[in-house]
C-alpha cells in the first residue's frame, strides 16, 4: 500500500493515447493517460467510462452536442454511448474503467492499445 504520485507517473511518458496502468480496486483500472488531437468515434457496449481532468481541457463529442471538461473536472460516459474525445492540446487524464475496457471501444485500429503497461 503506496501512495501515488501522478505527477511523476505522467512524467514517466510522452505519447499519446496510450494508457498507462496506476492502479487497481475492485475490478476497475485506474489509468493515466496524454491525449491530443482527436481520438476515433466508439462506444463501449458494456462499460462506463469516467473521464477525470488532470490538467488541461478536453472536449468529448457526441453525436448530438459536446461536453468541455477542464483541471479537475470528470465526465462518466455510460455505456453504449457513443462518443469522441478531442485535445486541440496536450490533456493529462485518469481513467476509471473496468480492467474489461478497450480504450477504442468497439473500433479496432491503429489507435486500440490492447494490452496496457503498468507504471
Known amino acids: 500500500m503506496e501512495k501515488v504520485k501522478i505527477n511523476e507517473k505522467l512524467n514517466l511518458f510522452s505519447d499519446h493515447w496510450n494508457p498507462r496502468i496506476v492502479g487497481e480496486l475492485n475490478g476497475q483500472l485506474v489509468k493515466v493517460a496524454k491525449l491530443k488531437g482527436e481520438f476515433v468515434w466508439h462506444s463501449h457496449e458494456d462499460e462506463d467510462e469516467l473521464f477525470f481532468i488532470i490538467k488541461g481541457e478536453l472536449i468529448i463529442e457526441f453525436r448530438d452536442r459536446q461536453v468541455i471538461l477542464k483541471d479537475n473536472e470528470f465526465l462518466i460516459v455510460p455505456k ?40
Open 80 to 119: 453504449g454511448t457513443e462518443h469522441r474525445p478531442v485535445a486541440k492540446e496536450e490533456v493529462a487524464v485518469m481513467l476509471f474503467e473496468p480492467a474489461t475496457t478497450l480504450n477504442t471501444g468497439n473500433q479496432y485500429g491503429e489507435m486500440t492499445r490492447e494490452k496496457l503497461d503498468k507504471i
